[in-house]
């Protein structure tokens, strides 16, 4: 499972006076705080929140199938979709950070002007350097964000995500492309990313249908690799296809549907994404050699 805001706090000690009904998936959250410690290894995952840090030490980032040194000043931004980690190296770890939620993200900003910027789109740079004069400017923004958080005014969070914007602007402004390494565990690791993206696709709730993810290239786009470089790694490590594993998810996860609920056969295909019964039947024949009616009817004698 993704790492949850009062997880995050949790881990690294920080205290946050918010009640526990701030971080309801229906209300906006946002919150700042200074960077003054030690993170030590950070274990690599999903959080379910949004974060844009100023980091001030140095450390080794590391994605799905890279790393990078850190080394200097450096804007990170991470999303929801793209996990990492982070290993300090300079035991002195300050900077800043903002956390917030996908309630305080607007529809427009994702999918309008800002979709293809570090912070929402899943590939590309998301560690972006700063030079002094960079560096005083994103200072400066943090510190307008901490005012702005301690004050009353009603429209706080519209304020605050105008500089949120000014901080990914900055970034979108920097067109150096940064060096990375490869991991030398990388394969291992893609492969249980993918079976980790997978499993958080369920379960799905009808009439909303959860399943976003349908096909390999769906997965190694969430990734940031190449879907054949993604079928490779994950037939060397599991014995199995990219696609085989995707399909016996749903199946498993429509036969228990079938058997344990009084879903109809339609509600089910389309929670899991299907577009017609017809359709759902066919594959779930396909890959059991039964129907969706018969698995039904023998759950029911």
Avoid at 252 to 278: C, M, P, V
Wanted: with cysteine; aromatic share 14%.
């Amino acid at each position: 499972m993704p790492e949850t805001i009062p997880q995050f706090y949790k881990r690294i000690q920080c205290y946050d006076p918010k009640p526990a009904a701030v971080y309801s998936k229906e209300k906006e959250y946002f919150n700042l705080f200074s960077r003054q410690c030690n993170f030590g290894t950070v274990q690599f995952s999903y959080r379910d929140f949004y974060k844009v840090t100023l980091i001030m030490g140095t450390g080794k980032l590391y994605y799905a199938d890279k790393w990078i040194f850190v080394d200097r000043p450096a804007l990170l931004f991470s999303n929801p979709l793209v996990p990492y980690a982070w290993e300090s190296v300079s035991e002195e770890q300050k900077g800043m950070f903002c956390i917030f939620n996908e309630q305080f993200v607007r529809t427009e900003e994702k999918n309008g002007s800002l979709a293809n910027t570090p912070l929402f789109r899943l590939t590309g740079d998301k560690v972006f350097f700063l030079d002094e004069v960079q560096l005083a400017n994103v200072q400066n923004i943090y510190a307008r964000m901490q005012e702005e958080l301690q004050s009353d005014y009603a429209g706080k969070p519209d304020v605050l995500r105008c500089y949120l914007h000014l901080l990914i602007h900055t970034a979108v402004k920097m067109q150096d492309t940064n060096q990375y390494e490869s991991h030398p565990n990388a394969s291992q690791r893609i492969a249980e990313l993918f079976l980790e993206l997978l499993e958080r696709q369920f379960p799905v709730d009808y009439p909303r249908a959860a399943l976003i993810l349908h096909t390999p290239a769906d997965y190694a786009d969430r990734l940031s690799v190449h879907v054949n470089h993604l079928n490779k790694v994950v037939k060397e490590t599991t014995g199995k296809t990219t696609s085989e594993l995707i399909a016996g998810r749903v199946i498993k996860e429509a036969t228990q549907y079938l058997q344990h609920t009084n879903r109809s056969i339609s509600e089910i295909a389309f929670s899991l994404g299907f577009e017609s019964i017809s359709y759902f039947s066919k594959f779930y024949r396909k890959h059991t050699d039964q129907s969706p009616t018969k698995v039904r009817e023998q759950a029911t004698i």
